[in-house]
């Protein structure tokens, strides 16, 4: 079967990619020298072991398409079309040798004047809340629109953690502002406060959530742990600089400087020492697939209940 999805939103493709291919899916790019060899291979059955769509990116209206058009008639692969605007040659080749074809416009354009953008994403965001089973309240998705009107991609993202926590059912106001980030929005720094204060079932509750609602955990739990080392080390660094004599001297911003001693005042060197080696065990178990992301936060507060 052949697909052609035709719109200019990059994101809204790239869903509709995953959702036809049941994301099992190779890519080819059309304008690459070796395209049709490379095309050849990934519909090789034999050779996958598997019968995964191919992705043909930036086709263009061009003469000598006829043996790709052949392929299509002899091989019958799973293959979508990614384009801006529709072929008229591609849609008139199709026809001629009853090759089917399915076509799917993308119709929202986020970047168009301000009234028709506010519809058009409100519009756009009712289909996606139906399309992964999330109820909201209408003040509630007004809301949201005015504050994702300008990140339609993160909302999607939001969206589809949403639908992970409740699906068919009303999710509340509180719900809402306690499972989805804002643009631009982060808990870090208020975890990390928590953790400085030695409130470790709070500081456990917010790098739980944290974790849940990382948009690629494989990519973001690293540099996380790594601030969290890095907080607990700068707050032993204070720590042993002001019982020395020696505070003005560490080249940190003076503010910041006297939050992190604020907060040794509250652990001894030990219990620092001991923090930092919890946070850096299991950054290390984790490079070495001995622990999993979910898995992190109930670690973290397991070692961390030893300290009173």
Known sequence: MIHIICGEEDFIISEKIIEISNNNFRISNFGDRDFMIDFQQKINKKLWGDNPFVVIRDFYDTAGCEPLYLL?????????????????????????????????KI??????????????????????????????????????????????????TEIKKLSFYKKNQLITTEEIKALMRQPGESKTFEMVDYLKDKDFLKFFQYLKREVLLMGKPEKEILPLLGFLGSTIYRMLLVKKANEEGKIAEVDLNPYYRGKLLQGSYKFSE?????????????EKRYKKHQIKISDIPEEMLIGMSAIK
């Not at 990614?82 to 591609?90: P, V």
């Not at 209408?138 to 999607?156: D, G, Q, R, Y």
């Open 72 to 104: 299509f008639k002899n091989y019958n692969p799973d293959v979508i079309f990614t384009l801006n605007e529709l072929s008229n040659t591609l849609v008139k080749a199709l026809k001629e040798l009853k090759i089917p074809y399915k076509l799917h």
């Open 270 to 282: 030990k219990e620092l020492k001991y923090i930092y080696n919890i946070i850096a065990g299991i």
């Open 107 to 156: 119709e929202y354009k986020f970047d168009s004047k301000a009234t028709s953008k506010k519809l058009n994403f409100r519009r756009w965001a009712e289909e996606i809340l139906s399309k992964y089973h999330v109820k909201l309240h209408p003040a509630a998705v007004e809301k949201l629109c005015e504050i994702f009107i300008n990140s339609p991609a993160h909302f999607l």
